[in-house]
C-alpha cells in the first residue's frame, strides 16, 4: 500500500498532558488557507486529554495551504487526491513511530478541505484512522473503490446554509461512507460554511460516547 519512501509534513505535535489516561491520538487537517495550528483547541475540547497531530497540507493555492489541488470550486483533481491521501497515510504512520503513538487510535479532525482528505484517506485506506469527525465535508472521489468501513465510526456535521457544499452532496457523502459499512451519523447545523461552538460540542458529545478501549 505504501511506498519506502516517506513526505514529510509541516506539523505540530502536542503530548497527552500529565496523568491522562486518554489514549487516542488526534489528526487535525485544516480547511483552505489554515495550518498546523488552526484546530489544536477545538481538537482539545473535542478530546480532552488526547495526543494532537496538527498537519500542513502542502499544496499552495493562491498563498494558501491545501490538502490537494482543485480545478475549480467544488471540482477536485481527484489524481491528486489519490497521491496526497497516500502521502498523508504514509506521514501518520511515520509520525506515529517518531510520536510512539498507537496507530489503532487514531483519529481523523477535518475541517472543509480537510475533511475532505480525511475522507479521501479513509475511502483509499480504510485502516488508518479509529474514528473520523468531518467537518463541512464534501464527497472527494466521485467512484470511490470499494472499502471495507466497518469498524469506523463517522460524525459529518454540515451546515444547512453552507454555501459550499450543497446538501445533496453532503448527503451522498454520509452515504458513501455508510455504504462502505462505516457507522455515519449525519447532523446538520443552522449555519453557513463556517464552524460553530454547537460543532464543537456535538462532536465532542459524539466521541465520548463512540469512545472504544484504548
Not at 505535535?13 to 483552505?32: I, M, Q, Y
Not at 502521502?87 to 480537510?114: E, K, M, T
Not at 446538520?188 to 454547537?198: I, M
Request: glycine letters at 8%; charged letters at 20%; proline letters at 6%.
Amino acid at each position: 500500500m505504501m511506498t519506502n519512501e516517506s513526505v514529510e509534513f509541516v506539523h505540530v505535535h502536542v503530548p497527552p498532558p500529565a496523568g491522562s489516561t486518554e489514549t487516542r491520538t488526534l489528526v487535525l487537517l485544516h480547511g483552505t488557507g489554515g495550518d498546523e495550528r488552526d484546530l489544536l483547541n477545538v481538537g482539545a475540547t473535542v478530546v480532552p486529554g488526547a495526543r494532537l497531530l496538527g498537519i500542513r497540507g502542502q499544496v499552495l493555492e493562491g498563498g494558501m495551504p491545501r490538502f490537494f489541488r482543485r480545478l475549480a470550486e467544488g471540482v477536485f483533481d481527484e489524481a491528486d487526491i489519490i497521491r496526497r491521501a497516500r502521502d498523508l497515510v504514509g506521514f501518520i504512520a511515520v509520525a506515529a513511530q517518531r510520536y510512539g503513538f498507537n496507530r489503532s487510535q487514531v483519529v481523523a479532525l477535518g475541517y472543509s478541505n480537510g475533511a475532505n482528505i480525511a475522507s479521501a484517506a479513509m475511502l483509499l485506506h480504510p485502516q488508518v484512522f479509529q474514528a473520523a469527525v468531518l467537518l463541512r465535508a464534501m464527497v472527494p472521489l466521485q467512484t470511490p473503490p470499494l472499502a471495507d468501513l466497518s469498524n469506523l465510526c463517522v460524525l459529518v456535521s454540515e451546515g444547512e446554509l453552507d454555501p459550499i457544499v450543497p446538501r445533496a452532496n453532503a448527503e451522498r457523502l454520509a452515504a458513501m461512507l455508510s455504504t462502505a459499512g462505516a457507522k455515519v451519523s449525519l447532523r446538520w447545523e443552522p449555519a453557513g460554511h463556517a464552524l460553530t461552538v454547537s460543532d464543537v460540542e456535538a462532536a465532542r458529545t459524539w466521541m465520548a460516547a463512540n469512545r472504544e478501549p484504548g
